[in-house]
């Protein structure tokens, strides 16, 4: 019974952690998140890493906005199939480096460059995701839009199947799909 | 009876400074993480860390920050004030067609409608047509008129599809808000160009209450340039009168707006925003019973400009003119500058310190007004400085906020108004708050200079004269307010927010009793604007947020205000409100809401002792709506208001703003179009 009582006290002290939740968070806390997430609730397909120790890279084109809380947040994390997790960044997109991308985190600073980077790696397994709306519907996969106070995610399947890339039927329910 | 004030503008900008770009920096192009913010890097990096351990559902379900009541950063759930955050989703479930009605899903705040156009919103006490103890903020610039010290609601009729959030603060803010934000500050915040892009048409038309249509648009120009363009007509029908037959309060409001975003560097924001309207109001003054059409227009300018000095400090600019001319009752002819500066350092990272200073002039010409001034023209100025220091003296658990602000006005001299706060958050499930705050209302334009000279009879054989006289020698109303608050979630799915508050108000400006005084020629009935009574009010809030499943979202308030019989004059003594917002399959929304309102007693009139101020009954208002998103592009709704009843009345007639009309049941019918084209299409 003692144990119990213990076991009690240790999920309550551990309660507010998760909990925070349904409390506040920096904006790009919860968009480094979302893109932790990404990694576990989408299939890249076969022969898409050389080796199992391949890592898993996630790129960031243009501007950083998450001032290190992307590496904060997959710190001694791994992706869905336990490879570990990459940062990269360029400043420009360049299409082959992109290729390499398994995820590419389009910043509003490349607002611009959103058609050519979309043509770039359309045919490509690249998970694109955008820091502004209304990249998805637009030809990318997804994209992070602000709604009101919360951080929603919008999703192109087409786009999604077009890279050949399998997306989860829990992250389908939670984003709006737009087409 | 009438208020004041210019001073608040000035104040007030500061707060918008930073909100504005709190609501920028989630969508302006390449603005890095919002700079500046309390959060050390450690922080953000164990923040990022959770977020990381979130699952879908959580981080979908996880609020933004926002700033307001400590002008920084914070959690909402552990802020030191009575605060609650109105978002753009909130008002578009709500099914309101202007601003003001939306507010009625604030906890705390109690909204009153006096005819088609025409509101009395007020918290904690002191509803009135005149209520000069709110401040009303539209990104930092100031909506608070110097002759009377009310907020022209009428005008306040911007499109609900600009608007990013309204933070509600109950309690006084002068601290950081500045003069007459006595009882609470209403902070309007509207987005970003960036938020609006592309092509957006809404309509709401309702045969009972009237029609408005609002055209956007929104592009870029090169890579760091957004700009979005808006017009919006508004018509609101004219209500029933009391009287029987259609009252002459018709409102007829066309509008346009610009706003425009510029990222000038990595380190350097700028935002412009500029706007005008002109309209014409019917409007049935009890005073004078004759139907009128009246002008009301007005325009302003404003710029603020952020810059990131390093990770740990940053300032803001914000500067605005704006102008108007209303005829009628109140009328006034005005035009105001301000400039504001706010500095926000982080000392270390336990401490930090945000200071200020702000400079406001207004000018007016009260020729339009019925009533008379002496001077008829007047220029004023404020001139205040602030800062506040906050400490974490326990990180993560225990804060404490310290600060005041320094004022000179032309009113009333040098003024203070200072605030403590602590926050205790034993967990991140609960928190508790308390606060200590005072905070001055200075005597507007009217309580000053009013110079009224009324023939009302013969008496005796001698013409007989009200004489009404201002008096500049007043000093500000101030308030002492403490409050206590109380949050808790229980669960993910459902959390509460409780606050007490005692607050001792002296030096109210009333009427003095009227003297008569028998002259050889005349008789003159007297009295004059004195520095009256103490008053007290205390009271309670309670508001909850409930989903019991993922589709089905409850939320509600429990208002409860008590006081002295001059605040409680037109307040009622309980309110309460639910809301359901209901999400059914294919992209249908199934929202209704009930709000309750107390009756109001027959009350004695001050100021003219043979006309009782009429009771208003009790009601329950009801709200019923459907929506439908029609693919990404389209959204109609069809909404029920006020089913209880054919009609009722909301406020009572006030001696001297306009009479009470009856407010109808009515079906409103809401189209919404949205259309974003490609972007680098425009390259």
């Not at chain 1, 790696?121 to 502004?132: L, Y």
């Not at chain 2, 925003?273 to 004759?290: K, L, M, P, V, W």
């Given at each position: 019974m003692k144990r119990g009582i213990h076991l009690i006290l240790a999920l309550v002290s551990m309660l507010p952690a998760s909990r925070s939740a349904s409390a506040q968070m920096d904006e790009y806390s919860i968009k480094a998140g979302y893109l932790y997430n990404f990694s576990k609730y989408v299939q890249w397909p076969e022969g898409t890493f050389l080796a199992?120790?391949?890592?898993?890279?996630?790129?960031?084109?243009?501007?950083?906005?998450?001032?290190?809380?992307?590496?904060?947040?997959?710190?001694?994390?791994?992706?869905?199939?336990?490879?570990?997790?990459?940062?990269?960044?360029?400043?420009?997109?360049?299409?082959?480096?992109?290729?390499?991308?398994?995820?590419?985190?389009?910043?509003?600073?490349?607002?611009?460059?959103?058609?050519?980077?979309?043509?770039?790696?359309?045919?490509?397994?690249?998970?694109?995701?955008?820091?502004?709306?209304?990249?998805?519907?637009?030809?990318?996969?997804?994209?992070?839009?602000?709604?009101?106070?919360?951080?929603?995610?919008?999703?192109?399947?087409?786009?999604?199947?077009?890279?050949?890339?399998?997306?989860?039927?829990?992250?389908?329910?939670?984003?709006?799909?737009?087409? | 009876m009438k208020n004041p004030l210019m001073v608040m503008a000035a104040v007030c900008l500061l707060t918008a400074l930073p909100h504005g770009a709190a609501a920028q920096g989630a969508a302006t192009a390449g603005a890095p993480a919002p700079p500046g913010s309390e959060n050390s890097e450690a922080q953000a990096g164990q923040e990022a860390r959770q977020a990381a351990d979130l699952d879908l559902d959580q981080l979908a379900g996880m609020d933004v920050k926002v700033t307001s009541a400590s002008k920084e950063e914070e959690r909402l759930f552990e802020a030191p004030a009575a605060i609650f955050v109105l978002t753009g989703e909130d008002i578009r479930r709500g099914g309101f067609s202007t601003l003001p009605e939306a507010l009625r899903m604030v906890p705390g705040l109690y909204v009153a409608q006096t005819n088609s156009h025409l509101w009395q919103i007020s918290a904690r006490g002191f509803s009135d047509l005149d209520n000069n103890k709110m401040l009303v903020l539209v990104d930092g610039r100031s909506e608070y008129s110097p002759e009377l010290g009310i907020v022209y609601w009428d005008v306040l009729d911007m499109p609900l599809e600009n608007i990013e959030r309204v933070e509600v603060i109950r309690g006084p803010g002068g601290t950081l808000w500045g003069e007459n934000a006595v009882n609470g500050v209403i902070n309007i915040i509207t987005k970003s160009a960036a938020q609006m892009q592309g092509m957006l048409v809404s309509t709401s038309a309702s045969e009972e209450t009237g029609y408005t249509t609002t055209v956007r648009y929104g592009s870029q120009i090169g890579q760091n340039l957004t700009y979005s363009v808006f017009g919006r007509a508004s018509y609101w029908e004219p209500f029933e009168?009391?009287?029987?037959?259609?009252?002459?309060?018709?409102?007829?409001?066309?509008?346009?707006?610009?706003?425009?975003?510029?990222?000038?560097?990595?380190?350097?924001?700028?935002?412009?925003?500029?706007?005008?309207?002109?309209?014409?109001?019917?409007?049935?003054?009890?005073?004078?019973?004759?139907?009128?059409?009246?002008?009301?227009?007005?325009?302003?300018?404003?710029?603020?400009?952020?810059?990131?000095?390093?990770?740990?400090?940053?300032?803001?600019?914000?500067?605005?003119?704006?102008?108007?001319?209303?005829?009628?009752?109140?009328?006034?002819?005005?035009?105001?500058?301000?400039?504001?500066?706010?500095?926000?350092?982080?000392?270390?990272?336990?401490?930090?310190?945000?200071?200020?200073?702000?400079?406001?002039?207004?000018?007016?010409?009260?020729?339009?007004?019925?009533?008379?001034?002496?001077?008829?023209?007047?220029?004023?100025?404020?001139?205040?400085?602030?800062?506040?220091?906050?400490?974490?003296?326990?990180?993560?658990?225990?804060?404490?906020?310290?600060?005041?602000?320094?004022?000179?006005?032309?009113?009333?001299?040098?003024?203070?108004?200072?605030?403590?706060?602590?926050?205790?958050?034993?967990?991140?499930?609960?928190?508790?708050?308390?606060?200590i705050s005072r905070a001055i209302r200075v005597p507007s334009r009217n309580d000053s200079d009013l110079d009224l000279f009324t023939p009302i009879g013969v008496a005796n054989g001698e013409p007989e004269f009200q004489v009404v006289t201002g008096n500049p020698n007043l000093r500000s109303e101030h308030i002492l307010a403490s409050e206590v608050g109380y949050r808790v979630q229980p669960s993910a799915a459902l959390s509460f927010d409780l606050s007490l508050y005692y607050n001792r108000y002296d030096s109210l400006i009333i009427f003095s009793p009227s003297v008569v005084q028998v002259l050889p020629t005349s008789v003159l009935i007297a009295s004059q604007f004195v520095n009256g009574p103490e008053a007290q009010t205390h009271g309670a809030e309670l508001s909850a947020k409930w989903?019991?499943?993922?589709?089905?979202?409850?939320?509600?308030?429990?208002?409860?205000?008590?006081?002295?019989?001059?605040?409680?004059?037109?307040?009622?003594?309980?309110?309460?409100n639910i809301q359901s917002r209901v999400d059914l399959p294919h992209k249908t929304e199934f929202d209704s809401a009930l709000y309750h309102y107390s009756a109001l007693a027959l009350a004695p009139n001050a100021a003219n002792p043979s006309l009782p101020l009429q009771s208003v009954p009790t009601f329950n208002r009801i709200d019923v709506g459907v929506g439908w998103h029609l693919g990404s592009q389209w959204t109609v709704s069809l909404w029920g208001r006020n089913l209880q009843s054919g009609h009722h009345v909301e406020t009572r007639d006030d001696t001297i703003g306009d009479a009470a009309e009856e407010v109808p049941r009515s079906l409103a019918f809401e189209i919404l179009w949205r259309f974003k084209p490609e972007p680098g299409a425009s390259q």
């Open positions: 199992p120790e391949t890592p898993f890279v996630i790129c960031i084109v243009g501007e950083d906005p998450f001032g290190g809380r992307l590496d904060q947040a997959i710190a001694g994390k791994t992706s869905g199939d336990a490879r570990p997790l990459e940062v990269r960044r360029f400043k420009k997109a360049d299409a082959s480096a992109l290729r390499a991308c398994q995820m590419a985190f389009l910043s509003k600073s490349e607002m611009q460059h959103t058609a050519a980077i979309v043509d770039a790696v359309k045919n490509f397994p690249v998970f694109t995701v955008a820091d502004f709306a209304p990249f998805a519907e637009i030809g990318g996969i997804a994209d992070l839009r602000i709604d009101g106070t919360k951080v929603k995610v919008d999703l192109n399947m087409n786009a999604a199947n077009r890279a050949k890339l399998k997306i989860s039927g829990k992250l389908q329910q939670v984003a709006s799909l737009v087409n | 009168s009391t009287f029987g037959g259609k009252g002459p309060d018709e409102f007829l409001l066309p509008q346009a707006g610009l706003r425009l975003d510029w990222t000038a560097s990595s380190r350097d924001t700028v935002s412009l925003e500029s706007g005008g309207y002109d309209g014409r109001q019917g409007s049935t003054s009890f005073a004078s019973n004759i139907p009128a059409s009246y002008l009301v227009k007005g325009g302003d300018v404003q710029v603020r400009w952020k810059h990131t000095i390093s990770d740990r400090s940053s300032i803001e600019t914000l500067a605005y003119c704006d102008w108007y001319t209303r005829f009628g009752a109140p009328g006034e002819k005005r035009n105001s500058c301000d400039l504001e500066l706010q500095h926000s350092y982080q000392i270390t990272p336990r401490q930090s310190l945000i200071s200020g200073g702000s400079f406001f002039s207004t000018g007016d010409n009260l020729s339009p007004d019925p009533a008379a001034y002496l001077p008829e023209r007047r220029r004023t100025s404020v001139i205040a400085g602030f800062a506040q220091y906050e400490i974490k003296i326990i990180p993560d658990r225990l804060r404490i906020l310290g600060g005041a602000k320094l004022e000179h006005n032309d009113y009333t001299g040098f003024e203070y108004q200072p605030q403590g706060r602590l926050v205790w958050t034993p967990n991140k499930l609960n928190a508790f708050w308390t606060s989903r019991p499943v993922r589709h089905w979202a409850l939320s509600g308030a429990i208002t409860e205000t008590r006081g002295s019989a001059t605040a409680m004059l037109a307040t009622p003594l309980h309110l309460f």
